[in-house]
Nanobody
Framework: QVRMAESGGGLVQAGESLRLSCAVSGRSIRYYEYIMGWFRQPPGKEREFVGGFSWSSGSTYYADFVKGRFTISRDNDKSSIVYLQMNGLQPEDTAVYYC??????????????????WGQGTQVTVSS
């Protein structure tokens, strides 16, 4: 079973940056078998896809609204932490941000139902 724990959320002003972390763990986990996804849920709205990351290739894909402001990465091949770097934050980016894991065959998916394991979320609040 894959477990995720997000951290790094907080309150920032419009235009500032935050880096969220997702620590991934699990007994005998084979990271290359998973796609990691970042999602967010703004207050009163549905959960929406932010971006995805492949452990095996390091490739990424993003939702259109990211527009080059957000970047998913990890430090190196041995790291079990995936980051979501968010630049130029705006009030509309206010949401609970979640990381999630899904089987590697869901590459390209933006559907939350394709991701079977979820973290508890971290709150990001952007003031104007």
């Amino acid at each position: 079973q894959v477990r995720m724990a997000e951290s790094g959320g907080g309150l920032v002003q419009a235009g500032e940056s935050l880096r969220l972390s997702c620590a991934v763990s699990g007994r005998s986990i084979r990271y290359y078998e998973y796609i990691m996804g970042w999602f967010r849920q703004p207050p009163g709205k549905e959960r929406e896809f932010v971006g995805g990351f492949s452990w095996s290739s390091g490739s990424t894909y993003y939702a259109d609204f990211v527009k080059g402001r957000f970047t998913i990465s990890r430090d190196n091949d041995k790291s079990s932490i995936v980051y979501l770097q968010m630049n130029g934050l705006q009030p509309e980016d206010t949401a609970v941000y979640y990381c999630a894991a899904g089987d590697r065959f869901i590459w390209g998916s933006t559907e939350s139902s394709d991701f079977g394991s979820w973290g508890q979320g971290t709150q990001v609040t952007v003031s104007s």
